[in-house]
């Protein structure tokens, strides 16, 4: 392989894999996937892509109204009107990639409802959306010429140099440096800051923490969201998600008592944004001193049920859950971050080269909370966007790259046990749906420590270095905001 490449992208996830293949081809590519190619919160995604896609029932004013309402009209008005505008040019082109979106019975696509949105406008491959998405992306980039990849690698340093930036990996114990004039980051999420999230295991900030490290600015860390109705197991760390299609198909919310509660909340029921659903679960449970909640979804037919969600009802099958007969416990967890690295229509960050797309940047489209499926369109759309500007200024670059030597690892040691789950505890305590003021400022010293340890310590640069102070980094970021 070579050290030296046009573009680097570090994750391998809808962003990194969209910006690739709309990235020239003769720009010299390198995707880095931290752990394996298909392990990414885009794969994940369960529900679908919103877009105004041939649609004479809907159109992008409202796709925006929609969009703009549920973030509490906090959103960067801009770039939505950008997401709305280009949602059916990338639909499109996931179609030219052979995506399988379902179909109706005549052969049209099915559009399915979600919270928030006032028209059936979410594109889905069943319940298994994102992975459909990142599969066939991930087809098409395999057989671009132009582009490496490679996998099970972690970014363990980036420093920008007059050329670009020089990176530093991970693989295999070993270390490996590499050069670049442009550098994407579309590392996805924060969730493994908290004890329960449906995000992935890579999902502990990296890319924030570089880019915060290399002094880019980073915005609204503090927003949050929390999905309302993760499988409630109450054992494992990676809650599975029970997708916001499944009340848009009719599934009621119930307490303990197995009342329907949300019309003492809002108007809009079980289709209310995530952000009020959540809040609304959580209050019933204060107010029923009960974490029991579930979601019934019974009376629908059952071959219906099996073949709209057949991922969920065999997941809930094996916990012994038959969404066909059953209701199912859920409560509210962790599942996106609306803040990152901030980021123009370009998805250009303040350093000059320096991209973000993805769940790590942001656009500003969210507001304050994000609309059911549009996380997978301003994947989408905004890394195209880099790519595009990518290819505007890769005409003016220098064809010499600096070659950032990075320091040796000597008599260093591994770190501490421990670091990791003690700050997801404070941030479950601190900083859940209605954060616990007191905790946060408790918590907020005690995570200073901890990124200080981290930071100035001489330990072992190793997976489990690289993202324990990558959660340092995120749950600092976060509280600062809080307290």
């Known amino acids: 392989m070579s050290r030296n490449y046009d573009v680097i992208i570090a994750g391998s996830g809808t962003a990194g894999l969209y910006a690739a293949i709309n ?25 679908g892509i919103a877009g105004v896609y041939k ?5 992008i004013q409202l796709h925006q109204n929609d969009t703009m309402i549920a973030g509490g009209f906090k959103n960067n008005t801009e770039n939505v009107h950008i997401l709305v505008s280009e949602a059916a040019t990338d639909i499109d082109n996931l179609l030219k990639f052979n995506v399988d979106f379902d179909k109706t019975e005549d052969g049209q696509l099915h559009r399915t409802l979600e919270g928030g ?6 594109f889905h491959h069943k319940d298994a959306t994102g992975r459909e998405i990142v599969s066939k992306l991930l087809d098409k980039v395999k057989t671009l010429p132009n582009v490496d990849i490679l996998e099970e690698t972690y970014l363990s340093d980036i420093k920008k140099t007059s050329t670009g930036f020089s990176v530093n990996t991970w693989k295999n114990s070993q270390n490996q ?15 493994r800051v908290y004890e329960y999230t449906t995000n992935s295991a890579i999902a502990t900030g990296d890319g924030i923490t570089f880019a915060y490290e290399l002094g880019a600015d980073i915005k609204n860390m503090s927003l949050v969201q929390f999905h309302p109705t993760a499988f409630n197991n109450r054992h494992t760390r990676e809650c599975f998600l029970i997708s916001e299609a499944v009340r848009g198909e009719g599934a009621y919310l119930l307490n303990k008592n197995s009342e329907r509660f949300m019309h003492n909340y809002d108007d809009r029921l079980e289709l209310a944004p995530r952000d009020v659903v959540s809040h609304a679960i959580i209050n019933e449970s ?8 579930y979601l019934d979804i019974s009376r629908k037919d059952a071959s219906f049920l099996k073949e709209r969600f057949p991922m969920i009802y065999e997941n809930l099958l094996d916990q012994g859950y038959d969404i066909t007969k059953d209701k199912v416990p859920v ?14 229509s370009y998805a250009r960050t303040q350093i000059e080269n320096l991209y973000a797309a993805g769940e790590c ?6 507001g304050s909370n994000r609309l059911a499926s549009n996380s997978l369109l301003e994947a989408l759309v905004f890394s195209r966007r880099a790519a595009e500007n990518i290819s ?11 070659d950032y030597v990075f320091e040796e690892q000597i008599d260093c040691q591994p770190i501490p046990h421990g670091f990791r789950t003690e700050i997801r505890r404070i941030m479950q305590s601190s900083y859940f749906v209605i954060p616990d003021k007191k905790a946060a400022v408790e918590g907020f010293e005690r995570i200073k420590e901890i990124k200080r340890e981290l930071t100035t310590g001489n330990y072992l640069v190793n997976p489990d270095f690289i993202e324990a102070k990558s959660l340092a980094t995120i749950a600092y970021l976060i509280l600062k905001e809080v307290i």
């Open 361 to 366: 940047s942001h656009t500003g489209v969210h």
């Open 331 to 344: 409560f509210p967890c962790q599942h996106y971050l609306m803040g990152g690295i901030n980021v123009d």
């Open 177 to 191: 440096s590499f050069n670049c004039h442009f550098m994407i980051l579309a590392t996805g999420g924060i969730g």
């Open 117 to 122: 949105h006032c028209r059936h406008r979410i």
């Open 286 to 293: 204060k107010k029923l001193d009960s974490t029991d909640f």
């Open 392 to 402: 505007e200024k890769a005409g003016n670059i220098t064809e010499e790259f600096e």
């Open 23 to 47: 990235l020239p081809s003769e720009l010299k590519v390198l995707v880095l996937s931290k752990r394996e190619l298909m392990l990414c919160n885009s794969a994940l995604a369960q529900g």
């Open 55 to 59: 649609s004479p029932a809907d159109n």
